[in-house]
């Protein structure tokens, strides 16, 4: 039978051409989902021909052909996309966040195609299977869970017999009634599995890195987790040769040699992390990989053999920072221990993924205070970057089946399903009717916490480390805490910009006002005339001035090729994103103050920064020389090369009168090559040279 397997749309969420446009967005959208991979490859073994519709690549050419896309019109043209393929089965992959759009583009899908079955899998649609069938006339099967064994079987009763009751897995409509098989048993040795069949989609051309899945199952039962609900409780990994051989194959199809290995819970069996790390360095291969583990499953020991075998990330969901609430939700984590593993991943030079998640209905004040603590943990350490997220009563979990008649409503009720910065109106009905097929988008109830502020919350502490980390770390140390200051941060942001609710708020704290605003109540607050804070605040307003003048001084002229002999009516310009920060200490030495949460040792001076610009809100900063310091000073975009010349002789005494043209050239010259600068040449005539009157002076020649 034709099948085609259809993705799940994650890159929904996301509206407008700049947003769409971002390099984050594209590279997240861009990531091939395993799930309908290893499926594809299983039809493909046994000689079927499966095709693939990617939801997100057709979301971006939605977007791109309405200048702009809000997801309204987009289930009309994914259905139309998807039928484009023909195909007697459409087999739907679902995750919670989308499911509502899956919905109805399924039953766009169906209205075109009327003889056609509309199957649904995935996560969400294996716990909601009974409720989506009975509520959904145009859905036709669920099938639940695991499907590399279930969906050939399934396939082959469609063809012939049709005894759909012997199908594992499976949930189907008869007549009026609504049949749930026995659940299909998990598939023990996943090294028979074939590689997900990364080849039709095309995601991997051109990537960086490839998702492979490394095993399934995890033991734990969290009570917010619905893990379990599709991988169950069975433990089990791939053997190292085997991801070894998926490594090399996909290395020499597509150039890749870092990983990400899929499984949650990698790190609980000891012995098998040891043996799969001792293969990676056997191998000589020096792939790269990043995974998830839990701060109890590792030690610095085993962290060492893990970077010595190529990991270079770990994410850790430590999620809640109170031993009482650790208890509440059965992670039972020690928080202690947490802070310890997150420094040690830090001193192996790990990047490490530190998962919080505020909202539960236990929650007091002083567990959310202990919760930030950790964030903030983890926010002092360079290689980690620490998420915050809003509790979703995810479908048929624990925390669900408590809570479910006391759910509420609102926009933005939680990001922990990747809801969007608005939801649309027709996710919105399905919503409100179904709330137990969707219940992943209402807020639990937080008796001992005003929900408003923990939404803001949120928003501010993701954005503001995004944007000024170390900034936000020293006014945590400087003083009682974040969550104590953004209170008082709250309460001006209340006074200057009232009424933002919802996906207003959320705009706030990703726009540029968010920053200005910020920054000025901080340089206003007594906590602004701390010393360490106030080396922040001077650092961001030299970035600031830094931006101004790089937008307002850019020169005519054409642009001088880096290596070409340099003229000296020559007019060199820091580049737009190449931010120049001149201050009155070494900024190094009070990070390493703020890193260790102790007094900083102050070397006063003048120290020279350039900060490059990743994006609005991140950048890099890297300590120059300061004779490249004096350099990048001069280089405004109004002075000629003989007029930095000139200042530079007095900026750097200790250069020799003889040695100034040279030492002056090359420096300009280095300055070039790094990136830093771009040189102009005016067309106004050439100075004169002592030397040669009738020909431009060029740098070039040796000194002496």
């Known amino acids: ?122 996560p969400q649609a294996s716990v909601v299977d009974v409720a989506t069938v009975a509520a959904f006339p145009f859905i036709d099967l669920v099938l639940r869970g695991e499907a590399e064994r279930s969906l050939p079987l399934l396939l082959d009763q469609l063809k012939e017999e049709r005894r759909l009751g012997e199908v594992p897995g499976l949930t189907y409509r008869n007549g009026t009634q609504t049949c749930r098989n026995p659940n299909a048993p ?21 990537a960086t ?60 069996d000891r012995r098998r992390v040891a043996a799969f790390c001792e293969a990676m360095i056997a191998s000589g291969e020096k792939f790269t990989w990043s995974c998830s583990a839990r701060t109890d499953c590792v030690d610095e020991e085993l962290l060492e053999l893990m970077a010595r075998g190529g990991c270079n990330g770990i994410f850790y969901g430590v999620e809640v920072g109170s031993r009482k609430m650790q208890k509440i939700i059965d992670k039972n984590l020690d928080p202690q ?19 919080m998640i505020i909202g539960f209905p236990e929650e007091t004040q002083e567990d959310l205070r202990q919760t930030v603590g950790i964030y903030m943990h983890s926010a002092r350490c360079p290689h980690s970057s620490p998420q915050l997220n809003l509790l979703a009563p995810l479908a048929e979990t624990p925390l669900h089946a408590r809570y479910r008649h006391d759910l509420v409503l609102e926009e933005l009720c939680s990001d922990m399903s990747r809801q969007g910065s608005s939801q649309n109106q027709a996710d919105l009905q399905l919503i409100r009717k179904y709330p137990d097929i969707f219940p992943n988008f209402y807020l639990l109830p937080t008796p001992h916490l005003d929900r408003k502020f923990l939404l803001e919350l949120r928003e501010f502490a993701l954005n503001a480390i995004e944007r000024f980390r ?23 942001r209340l006074s200057i910009r009232p009424g933002l609710q919802g996906s207003e708020l959320r705009q706030y704290y990703r726009a540029p006002q968010f920053r200005g605003d910020f920054l000025k109540f901080v340089r206003h607050h007594a906590i602004g005339r701390h010393a360490m804070v106030e080396v922040f605040l001077d650092y961001e307003d030299a970035v600031r001035e830094s931006a101004a003048a790089a937008t307002a ?69 890297e300590q120059v020389s ?68 009738t020909a431009p002076d060029a740098f070039g020649t040796s000194p002496g």
Request: with cysteine.
């Open 337 to 355: 221990r947490a802070d310890e593993i997150i420094d040690a991943t830090e001193r192996l030079g790990i990047h490490s993924t530190v998962s």
């Open 470 to 492: 170390w900034l936000v770390v020293s006014i945590d140390q400087a003083t009682t805490g974040l969550l104590d200051f953004l209170s008082e941060w709250r309460a001006h």
């Open 553 to 621: 001084a850019q020169p005519a002229g054409e642009l001088v090729a880096t290596g070409s002999n340099l003229l000296e009516n020559d007019v060199p310009v820091r580049k737009e994103r190449t931010l120049f920060v001149e201050l009155s200490c070494d900024i190094q030495r009070i990070i390493d103050g703020l890193k260790l949460r102790s007094e900083p040792v102050w070397v006063r001076g003048p120290h020279f920064y350039v900060a490059r610009e990743a994006s609005e809100a991140t950048r890099g900063v």
């Open 186 to 206: 998990v598939i023990e040795d996943l090294d028979d599995l074939p590689t997900p069949a990364y080849h039709l989609t095309g995601d991997l051309r051109g």
């Open 209 to 268: 890195k490839a998702a492979l899945e490394l095993g399934r199952g995890c033991p734990y039962a969290c009570t917010f987790c619905s893990t379990n609900d599709f991988f169950r409780r069975r433990f089990r990994l791939r053997s190292p040769e085997r991801v070894l051989r998926d490594m090399r194959q996909i290395a020499a199809e597509y150039g890749i040699r870092n990983f990400e290995l899929v499984h949650d819970m990698f790190t609980i």
């Open 1 to 122: 039978m034709n099948v085609c397997l259809v993705t799940a749309p994650t890159a929904t969420e996301f509206e407008g051409l700049e947003e769409l446009s971002s390099k984050s967005v594209r590279w997240a959208a861009s990531q091939p989902q395993l799930g309908i991979l290893s499926l594809a490859a299983v039809l493909l073994g046994r000689g079927d021909n499966p095709r693939i519709v990617d939801l997100n690549r057709a979301y971006f050419d939605w977007a791109e052909s309405v200048s702009g896309a809000d997801s309204a019109g987009f289930a009309a043209f994914a259905a139309g996309t998807i039928v484009a393929r023909d195909a007697e089965i459409y087999g739907f992959g679902s995750i919670c966040s989308s499911y509502a759009l899956t919905i109805r583009i399924a039953e766009a899908v169906k209205a075109l195609r009327p003889q056609s079955i509309i199957l649904l899998g995935g």
């Open 626 to 693: 300061s004779w490249l310091g004096c350099v990048l000073r001069a280089c405004d975009g109004r002075h000629s090369i003989e007029e930095i010349k000139d200042r530079l002789a007095s900026d750097i005494p200790e250069v020799e009168a003889s040695l100034r043209d040279y030492v002056f050239g090359r420096l300009l010259e280095g300055a070039q090559a790094k990136g830093l600068i771009s040189i102009h040449r005016m067309q106004s005539g050439f100075p004169q040279s002592a030397d040669c009157p």
